[in-house]
């Protein structure tokens, strides 16, 4: 098999034969090779999906602990970047909006941070 490259390195084309400007040799099985057809997304597909999830478990855990850090006085809901501020405030609306519709199924989700 013959490749063509990028300047990089990364293949662009792939010929059985030799043509011009895709003269370099690769082996078939090579690893290079697989990734350019796409053998081996799926796992790729499937780490990334882990971690969309893992990023939205990581999310509501900071949410709980900024009740938690808000509760205990340790900090005020005012300290937060005003962006942060929004954010967590939206999130928290979503999350009554479904509570109501009850699609969620997750009790405790009514708490509201406290405006001090």
């Known amino acids: 098999m013959f490749v063509k490259r990028d300047p990089t390195g990364r293949i662009l084309a792939v010929s059985l034969e030799r043509e011009p400007g895709i003269e370099e040799t690769i082996a078939a099985d090579s690893p290079e090779l697989s990734l350019f057809f796409g053998v081996g ?28 850090l808000i509760d205990k006085n340790l900090i005020q809901f005012t300290d937060l970047p005003p962006m942060a501020q929004h954010k967590l405030l939206a999130r928290q609306s979503l999350r009554r909006q479904q509570h109501r519709l009850d699609l969620l199924g997750d009790e405790g989700d009514e708490d509201t941070i406290p405006m001090l």
């Open 41 to 68: 997304r799926q796992e790729e597909t499937a780490h990334l999906q882990a971690l969309r999830e893992s990023d939205i478990a990581l999310a509501r855990v900071l949410e709980d602990l900024i009740d938690v």
